[in-house]
């Protein structure tokens, strides 16, 4: 019997901005199938069936409407009520690896990309049920279809025969199609927000008379940032607001209105909405609160309210927000409530707090950081921070994204879009709730070591993401990449015309990885001239208490001119009265033009942090002390250094077996049901053994005889480990003997292990695999994030020590390296005071065959190969002791690892 894929129900952007409903198909769409049939043109239909057909029969109907799943798969997509196309594959009887697919859209909605994305799910469906490549029969002037797979980005061969186009390719994924996708993305959902951030007529629903209330500060701030559109109270029960006439409804309102900005207590919210789709409001803002922040009520009150909006193509930012704005003067847009609209400027910025999104306004204002745009998204029901990351990522008035996040809606796609955008857009984030994270009931190390807190930083880190603990922070490294180029290396200078704060700035900057590096001994000549001869002039430059502005002009120059330092710190305290405006005069005039950073520490209780600059060049962020400049200058080095490295690739290993693995896997679930379990010793070691990651040779014995008679045939010294279910940590209770060799000894230590607790089966013998290096290689499932990988120092340590690191599913070969060079135990694999060197090249591959498996099969929810003997160079490596959790996975399908473009769960 067939099961419907409910995973599979998304909406979808368009390439327009518009939005639809995507689904697989089912029975009761004949009467949809049928009128979307007689919508089609004679053509359409003709490039269709390659025949004219005036209508479908009933046999017709029930054949395209019920379909398996699997060898026959159909997505529909809709608008409104309405079916308005359909994508389907079915497997071809000669080669069930190939599945023909065919596509059929209203003529009204062809040119929307409708066909690729259908498409893109076809495709998606066909890999996971073991379909490699699609077949399709083409017209020769049907142009539009074979633009779809041209520029879909797969691998396509064509021949033609009798004016009919024979269309193969391979639906697997590569670099080009990820790449295509995501720039159809981008454009697709930066037209859908346009409306939002350009609108050409605002109405206000729940305009007041009262100034202090909401719709009326709100109404108010429109109007005072000089809003270039129009703007149209509603308030049925008023005629004006604010000397504007009002209506009672969205519906009277005689004009076009592309943005509802909605401030009604939220039982009215939902009729609001109906009213907005019915007059094609394109977005809306909901400031009202009462959804799914106050509990499943709200909640189930959230989702109608998301539901009437994405039937009707609307872009909805909260509910539960503060609001958005754009200092655009092509638009002057303040649709919130907050009592400050900041300057313009290059940084977007999201808030997920509405009461903070104030504070952070207020205080950007006051360090003169200009915004481009602003979003308090709220409670994220439709648009979401990834959403804004794809409009700032088109968005030429925007330089810097600034993110504060108290949650992630899908984090799979936040590291896929914040890691193409950190490349030429630094993304600097605040996640909230970094204690509360990871507290569950582990059964493995890597289990008891994964959090919620671990997965954000492997995300941020894999993507390129500055993060900061604090808003204090954020705003101190802001101020630096919104001003100045990034650091090009570490080398920083640093200029003063006081020794202690010099000795602060180095004692900051040599704990944050920075170096500051003696200057030659010809730059200190040329520094030397015109200072007092008791100026310290190696680095940092300490001009002493009497330097003035031609001091700092004259040396500052000659440090930017030369090419021993990348960023310059310029410290000044001010020793006579309006000593520091003449000083931050010539440091403004002297930084211009120049290539490196320069930051500025200017010690005085008033002073104003305003970045300072010359007229038409950039802008110097000034710090009150040594430590946050430090602080930011150690952040954006970071930054620029991951962005120039290679992002790295997914490698595919062509050397496996996943025939044996798979059937290990289904062996497994067949003895263990549906709720899952940990596999037998030996078909973890069949898993281990398809994907060539090399173990230590064993043997399972259930008892005293077959132990001694394992050891012998195994040869050499062996080691005896418990098995049963009740036993985590065999350590922990005796169930561990190594380096045991006779059959006196290996009796003696069978008995012994298989002592420690009621539910024994047996004992594992294994090779004895004496030297290396123990290290841990283990993933944990986290239910939002998808799989973490971890490395760490391995055996009974690892938790101990808590020398680890993560990174999130599927790793390239960069965070294979840089997870084993970024734990401080790794310098015991390089040698390591003359000790023995281990085999990284073989610890690298190996993190990456295990990163595969896991991509090749989702039933895998815990892993955990500790200890993983490391072995001298050359020699490669040995798992020694193994645990692999699986559980059944439903269409070989899960949300948390896959990740759509311009797709979002219905």
């Known amino acids: 019997m067939a099961v419907y894929p409910a995973d599979y129900d998304f909406h979808v952007v368009l390439r327009d901005g518009g939005l639809a409903h995507m689904r697989p198909i089912k029975p009761g769409d004949a009467d949809a199938l049928h009128a979307m049939f007689h919508r089609m043109g004679r053509d359409t239909v003709y490039q269709r069936f390659f025949r004219h057909k005036s209508d479908l029969t009933p046999e017709e109907l029930e054949y395209f409407t019920n379909v398996d799943y699997e060898d026959r798969m159909a997505f529909v997509v809709m608008i409104g009520p309405a079916m308005v196309a359909v994508g389907r594959y079915d497997r071809l009887e000669d080669d069930p690896t190939f599945a023909e697919v065919a596509f059929g859209v209203e003529d009204a909605h062809q040119g929307r990309g409708i066909g690729t994305q259908l498409l893109v799910h076809l495709t998606n469906h066909a890999r996971n049920h073991g379909v490699t490549g699609f077949r399709a029969f083409v017209l020769g002037d049907n142009y539009a279809m ?251 008035a925007t330089d810097v994204i600034v993110l504060y996040m108290e949650s992630f809606g899908h984090p799979r796609r936040f590291a896929r879009i914040a890691r193409r955008i950190a490349r030429t857009k630094p993304i600097v984030a605040v996640k909230s709730g970094r204690t509360l994270g990871g507290a569950r009931a582990a059964s493995s190390h890597t289990g008891a070591l994964a959090s919620v807190e671990g997965a954000v930083r492997a995300l941020f880190r894999q993507s390129g993401v500055i993060r900061t603990d604090t808003l204090e922070e954020l705003f101190e490294v802001t101020s630096l990449l919104a001003n100045q180029p990034l650091p090009k290396g570490r080398r920083v200078g640093v200029l003063t015309n006081a020794g202690g704060p010099a000795i602060l700035a180095i004692d900051a900057l040599e704990s944050e990885g920075l170096t500051v590096p003696v200057l030659s001994d010809g730059l200190q000549q040329r520094i030397s001239e015109g200072l007092a001869k008791e100026a310290a002039v190696r680095n940092p430059v300490d001009m002493i208490a009497s330097a003035g502005p031609e001091q700092y002009r004259s040396v500052l120059r000659a440090l930017l001119e030369s090419d021993e330092l990348d960023a310059v710190i310029v410290v000044f305290i001010p020793t006579t009265p309006g000593g520091l405006d003449a000083v931050q005069k010539a440091v403004a005039e002297t930084v211009v033009g120049t290539a490196k950073t320069v930051l500025a520490v200017y010690m005085e209780a008033d002073i104003d942090t305003t970045p300072h600059h010359a007229e038409g060049t950039k802008r110097i962020p000034i710090y009150p002390f040594p430590e946050p400049a430090a602080r930011a200058l150690a952040r954006a080095v970071r930054y620029a250094e991951w962005r120039a490295h290679p992002l790295g690739e997914v490698v595919r290993f062509d050397d496996v077996d996943r025939d044996a693995a798979r059937a290990a896997i289904d062996d497994g679930l067949k003895r263990l049901g549906d709720q899952g379990g940990w ?143 970024e734990v401080k135990a790794a310098k015991l694999l390089d040698g390591y005071r003359g000790g023995d060197a281990g085999d990284v090249a073989a610890l690298r591959d190996a993190l990456l065959r295990v990163s595969a498996m896991i991509d090749d099969f989702p039933e895998i929810a815990e892993m955990d190969l500790n200890p993983v003997k490391v072995l001298p160079p050359g020699q490669g490596l040995r798992v020694v002791d193994m645990r692999m959790r699986v559980r059944p996975v439903p269409q070989r399908w899960l949300p948390s690892r896959k990740d759509i473009p311009a797709a979002r769960n219905a």
């Open 679 to 821: 596999l037998e010793p030996e078909e973890a070691e069949a898993m281990l053994d398809a994907y060539r990651l090399r173990r230590a040779a064993s043997r399972f014995a259930a008892t005293r005889e077959e132990a001694i008679a394992a050891a012998t045939a195994i040869g050499g010294p062996v080691a005896l480990k418990v098995v049963a279910p009740s036993v985590l940590h065999k350590t922990e209770v005796g169930g561990l003997a190594l380096d045991v060799s006779g059959d006196a000894e290996v009796g003696a230590a069978f008995d012994r292990v298989t002592a420690v607790a009621d539910d024994v089966t047996g004992a594992l013998v294994q090779e004895f695999v004496a030297g290396g290096h123990e290290v841990l290689v283990g993933m944990s499932e986290d239910p939002s994030f998808g799989p973490l990988i971890a490395f760490g120092l391995g055996g009974v340590f690892v938790e101990l020590i808590g020398d680890i690191a993560f990174r999130i599913h599927p790793l390239t070969d960069v965070d294979a390296a840089e997870m084993i060079s």
């Open 146 to 396: 074979m633009r779809v797979f041209r520029t879909s980005g797969y691998r396509m061969t064509r021949s033609l025969e009798e004016g009919v186009y024979t269309v193969d390719f391979p639906v697997e994924i590569t670099e080009e199609v990820t790449r295509l996708a995501g720039v159809r993305e981008q454009h697709a959902v930066a037209a859908s927000l346009l409306p939002v951030f350009y609108p050409r007529a605002v109405a206000v629903v729940g305009a007041s008379r009262e100034e202090m209330s909401i719709g009326g500060r709100l109404l108010r701030n429109l109007m005072r940032a000089g809003f270039t559109g129009t703007v149209y109270p509603v308030n049925p029960n008023a005629q004006s607001v604010g000397s504007i006439k009002a209506y009672d409804s969205v519906l009277h309102i005689p004009d076009p209105v592309d943005l509802a900005v909605v401030v009604v207590p939220a039982r009215l919210t939902l009729d609001v909405a109906r009213q907005c789709a019915e007059k094609g409001v394109r977005g809306m803002v909901v400031i009202t609160a009462g959804f799914s922040e106050t509990g499943e009520a709200g909640a189930e009150l959230e989702r109608e309210l998301v539901s009437i909006a994405r039937d009707a193509g609307i872009r909805l930012i909260g509910p539960n927000c503060m609001g958005l704005l754009n200092t655009d003067p092509a638009v002057r847009l303040d649709v919130t409530f907050a009592p400050v609209f900041p300057p313009p400027g290059n940084v977007g910025m999201s808030s997920q707090s509405g009461a903070l999104g104030i504070a952070i306004l207020d205080h950007a204002r006051r360090l003169d950081i200009g915004i481009s745009t602003f979003v308090s998204v709220g409670n994220k029901a439709d648009v979401s921070g990834n959403d804004l990351l794809l409009y700032w990522e088109g968005d030429p």
